[in-house]
């Protein structure tokens, strides 16, 4: 049966003990879709709630493709959801109907939780990113719980201590000794809040100085992330041998969003441009090593076309035959000299395993192939979401695993530098697995949740 097919199962019938009525808050398409990962595994718990959802930002797509029914009027700002990077967004916003939407949307939840206790059914609400959510949750008058998205205490620490800064703005991150405000720690400890679930293990602990309910039971954004082929491929009996003959494999992550992913390519381009002359240089660690494959995971609301006239102006010949297997019938494939370049559209997971490293200007998906444990070379683009402030909030976030550049012919220099240490590989690889947790949390949360809400 699919998820569809049970959330429509357990909205239309109605069991001897009646579930419990989850309202869902999220705000940004991220948030949308770790909230889905979380209700798709509590409808696979016995007696599983009633769903219903209110997307603060965006038109909410992930719970309309599961048939979870909207409460109220649901709008796509102009700024994407990126105000808090700029405060010219923010205007556009406002004048693009942010306030009354903002309204409508409180009078919704409100209106829900009313009805629903006129009702006699229990009522609890999810919220889930930042602040906005959280306080719709506080101030709607039913138990809730939030996964906080936005934030982790790696953003000005490590286990080492604080982090240095430059900006004097920066103390205001960390003034009451979290990164999460005094008035945000206020919304998580009132007694209806019943679980916060932080994003990492740093960020729990340090909010279990307060009496907050904080569980460190992983992050969502590392669920969902199978290949389609076997890990055990990899070691198999003649695993040093493949090792040795095998292409080198570099993800490119241009981001989802256009225009914005579109201008992001074009520097990727010259990065790769860039690494493939570094491989003809006799002194280059990867002088011998044969075939090198590019491959691009791109969003499937990108267009392929503009991507592939870039790739083609860099020198790059259409060809008919793809050096790997990936599950995509309309992989494009590029060839110059001993390297490919493959773009696809239906491979992301295949692209975010196979790759050694990547050269990444994406938010998300920079993330979760550094939760896999491998380094990505980030160039910050103009945005309005990968541009220096967010590249730069990032990579404290990602710590050593990601490596900042300013230009993008400076990949070469970076990738010679990494690939001469296996003792910096093998940090890296420590350090994105402790930042990013283990899969499973969205099982983890669901089974928390069905226990502190019911």
């Known amino acids: 049966m699919s998820n569809s097919s049970r959330l429509s199962v357990a909205s239309n019938s109605q069991p001897a003990t009646s579930p419990l009525r989850l309202l869902v808050l999220s705000n940004g398409h991220g948030e949308d879709v770790i909230a889905v990962r979380i209700l798709q595994e509590l409808q696979q718990q016995s007696n599983p709630p009633e769903i219903f959802a209110l997307p603060l930002v965006g038109e909410g797509n992930a719970y309309q493709q599961l048939d979870i029914p909207l409460i109220g009027s649901v709008r796509t700002m102009p700024s994407g959801g990126f105000i808090y990077m700029d405060g010219r967004q923010l205007a556009r916003d406002v004048r693009g109907g942010l306030l009354q939407l903002t309204l409508s949307q409180i009078k919704a939840v409100r209106r829900w939780v009313s009805s629903q206790k006129k009702l006699g059914n229990k009522r609890a ?5 930042d602040i906005v959510p959280l306080l719709f949750a506080t101030f709607s008058g039913a138990n809730y719980a939030f996964v906080g998205t936005a934030k982790s205490e790696y953003y000005v620490r ?3 201590g604080l982090l240095p800064r430059k900006s004097k703005d920066a103390r205001w991150e960390n003034f009451s000794g979290s990164v999460y405000h005094p008035w945000e720690r206020w919304l998580m400890s009132r007694r209806r809040c019943k679980a916060v679930f932080p994003r990492d293990v740093l960020t729990t602990e340090t909010l279990k100085q307060w009496p907050i309910p904080a569980f460190n039971l992983g992050n969502p954004m590392m669920d969902g992330l199978q290949p389609t082929f076997s890990r055990q ?3 198999s009996r003649d695993s040093h041998q493949q090792e040795t003959v095998r292409p080198l494999m570099v993800t490119l992550l241009p981001g989802s969003r256009p225009p914005e992913a579109y201008t992001n390519w074009e520097k990727i381009m010259i990065a790769v441009s860039a690494l493939m002359a570094s491989f003809q240089e006799r002194d280059s660690v990867f002088y011998t090593s044969g075939t090198v494959i590019f491959l691009g995971a791109i969003a499937p609301g990108l267009d392929s076309n503009i ?3 870039s790739v083609q102006s860099q020198g790059w010949r259409a060809e008919s035959v793809c050096p790997i297997q990936l599950p995509d019938p309309n992989v494009l494939t590029f060839k ?3 390297a490919y370049l493959l773009l696809t559209q239906q491979s992301y997971n295949d692209c975010l395993h196979l790759g050694d490293f990547a050269i990444a200007m994406a938010g998300t998906a920079t993330e979760q192939f550094i939760g896999l444990g491998k380094p990505a070379i980030a160039i910050p683009g103009n945005g309005p979401q990968y541009n220096p402030a967010f590249a730069e909030a990032q990579s404290r976030l990602l710590g050593s695993s990601l490596i900042l550049i300013e230009q993008p012919a400076k990949v070469a220099e970076i990738v010679q ?3 001469k240490d296996p ?3 093998q940090i890296i ?6 930042r990013m947790g283990k899969p499973g949390a969205a099982l983890r949360i669901a089974e928390c949740l069905q226990e502190r809400l019911s």
């Open 423 to 425: 003792d910096i590989l």
């Open 307 to 309: 991507l592939s006239q």
């Open 417 to 419: 530098s990494l690939f």
């Open 125 to 129: 609400i999810l919220a889930v990113g």
């Open 158 to 160: 490590d286990e080492a």
């Open 233 to 235: 491929q990899f070691y």
């Open 336 to 338: 110059q000299r001993n």
């Open 429 to 434: 690889a420590e350090n994105g697995l402790r």
